[in-house]
């Protein structure tokens, strides 16, 4: 039980930590820093469980693996790099996006994903 503790403990300081969504592998190398013991197996298993808790959230991006990052944010974006596939979060949104829908429809919710180099992977001097 204790050891199960450590573990969570573990796990859910490396997404607080972390300001961009993690892939469970981004996941479980943050979380190793913490606890190196740390299986593979067992953070899936966290993850499972933090998402059916509702603490966990699910950033599905057409074409990507899943990514988790800390349920309740405020409404965001994100941005993915096309080199080192990581997902960067963007805060903020485009006034107005959901009057983009045809007349006459209801718009209920809007995905943004914004496609490009990061910082690192753009190489070019300082940030
Ligand atoms: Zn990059
Ligand atoms: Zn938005």
Redesign the pocket.
């Known amino acids: 039980m204790e050891r199960q503790t450590r573990q969570r403990e573990a796990i859910c300081a490396a997404i607080e930590s972390c300001d961009r969504p993690l892939s469970p592998a981004e996941l479980c190398e943050a979380a190793r820093r913490r606890l190196p013991s740390l299986g593979v197996a067992t953070v899936y298993r966290a993850i499972r469980e933090l998402v059916a808790s509702g603490w966990l959230r699910i950033v599905e991006i057409p074409g990507a693996a899943a990514r988790y990052e800390r349920a309740g944010k405020p409404?965001?974006?994100h941005f993915l790099c096309r080199i080192c596939n990581a997902l960067w979060e963007v805060s903020?949104?485009?006034r107005g996006?959901?009057a983009l829908a045809p007349a006459g429809f209801v718009t209920e919710?809007?995905?943004?994903t914004l496609y490009g180099l990061c910082h690192d992977c753009r190489g070019a001097g300082p940030k």
């Open positions: 409404h965001h974006h903020g949104c485009l996006v959901d919710g809007h995905d943004i």
